[in-house]
């Protein structure tokens, strides 16, 4: 099922034993456009500028209606994991290393969105952690969706809006479209979704996306309707459309 991401900013992040804390952010990678982090606001009982990232490797069952993500860790074993500061940089050997101390199989195995496997919870089974060789390609960075909200959007003719939310893909975790808000660049303009499969190119210095769709079909595709998400036909339409 399709979600916002605007919209799971509001879930608790809840261990096995208490409360982690809200969502603050997701951190996504770039070559598939899949998050691999939770990001929780730990204020209440982590000191110091800490950052602590969940993998969604970690997640049980959500709990939609209770707006709450079920987190298989303990407060204190989220507390020993291995410190990262809040603005320090996720290098591909920080990964590693947290990926050893929770014992999961590296995501990045292969060209798949889980390794071999369609969605990431399978990748707990410590036994696929055996086969944990294979060392993180250097062009596949994380990123932030607060970071990357507001990036302008440029279609192959005109610049068209800027990016207001993404797009979530539950069974998965990928993100299937990006929400646009085209009203500062067309008249009578609204919020629109794109493939991010439409994707040509990202500038992260000037913080824009170029997509290979012109403005015109951008502003004709099915509208963009968070009620419809529960609706299978909807993302039917926008698979079609692009």
């Given at each position: 099922?399709?979600?916002?991401?605007?919209?799971?900013?509001?879930f608790?992040l809840?261990?096995?034993?208490?409360?982690?804390?809200?969502?603050?952010?997701f951190?996504?990678?770039?070559?598939?456009?899949?998050?691999?982090y939770?990001?929780p606001d730990?204020k209440?009982?982590l000191?110091?500028e800490?950052?602590?990232?969940i993998?969604t490797?970690?997640?049980q069952e959500?709990?939609?209606e209770?707006?709450?993500?079920?987190?298989?860790l303990?407060q204190?074993?989220?507390?020993?994991?291995?410190?990262?500061e809040?603005?320090?940089q996720?290098?591909?050997?920080?990964?590693?290393t947290?990926f050893?101390?929770?014992?999961?199989?590296?995501?990045?195995?292969?060209e798949g969105?889980?390794?071999?496997?369609?969605?990431p919870?399978?990748?707990?089974?410590?036994?696929l952690?055996?086969?944990?060789t294979?060392?993180k390609?250097?062009?596949w960075?994380?990123?932030?969706?607060?970071d990357?909200?507001?990036?302008?959007?440029y279609?192959?003719?005109?610049?068209i809006?800027?990016i207001?939310?993404?797009?979530?893909?539950?069974?998965?975790?990928?993100?299937?479209?990006i929400?646009i808000?085209?009203?500062?660049?067309?008249?009578?303009g609204r919020?629109?979704?794109?493939?991010?499969?439409?994707?040509?190119?990202?500038?992260?210095t000037?913080?824009?996306i170029?997509?290979?769709?012109?403005?015109?079909?951008?502003?004709?595709?099915?509208?963009?309707?968070?009620?419809?998400?529960?609706?299978p036909?909807?993302?039917?339409e926008?698979?079609k459309?692009?």
């Amino acid at each position: 099922m399709l979600r916002s991401l605007n919209e799971l900013m509001r879930f608790q992040l809840q261990g096995i034993d208490t409360k982690i804390g809200l969502c603050k952010y997701f951190l996504f990678d770039d070559k598939l456009w899949v998050i691999r982090y939770i990001v929780p606001d730990t204020k209440k009982w982590l000191c110091g500028e800490r950052k602590i990232l969940i993998s969604t490797i970690s997640l049980q069952e959500p709990q939609w209606e209770q707006y709450k993500f079920p987190v298989d860790l303990t407060q204190q074993k989220i507390k020993n994991s291995p410190p990262l500061e809040e603005h320090q940089q996720i290098s591909h050997e920080y990964e590693t290393t947290l990926f050893q101390f929770y014992g999961y199989a590296y995501y990045w195995m292969n060209e798949g969105l889980w390794r071999t496997s369609p969605s990431p919870k399978p990748l707990v089974d410590t036994r696929l952690s055996k086969d944990n060789t294979q060392i993180k390609s250097e062009d596949w960075h994380l990123h932030s969706t607060n970071d990357v909200k507001k990036f302008e959007i440029y279609a192959k003719d005109q610049k068209i809006g800027h990016i207001e939310d993404f797009i979530l893909n539950d069974d998965n975790w990928t993100i299937s479209y990006i929400v646009i808000d085209t009203r500062n660049w067309a008249p009578g303009g609204r919020k629109v979704l794109i493939s991010h499969k439409c994707i040509e190119a990202v500038n992260w210095t000037d913080c824009s996306i170029t997509v290979n769709v012109n403005a015109e079909k951008i502003m004709e595709n099915p509208p963009f309707d968070l009620e419809r998400f529960i609706d299978p036909e909807y993302e039917n339409e926008l698979r079609k459309y692009y």
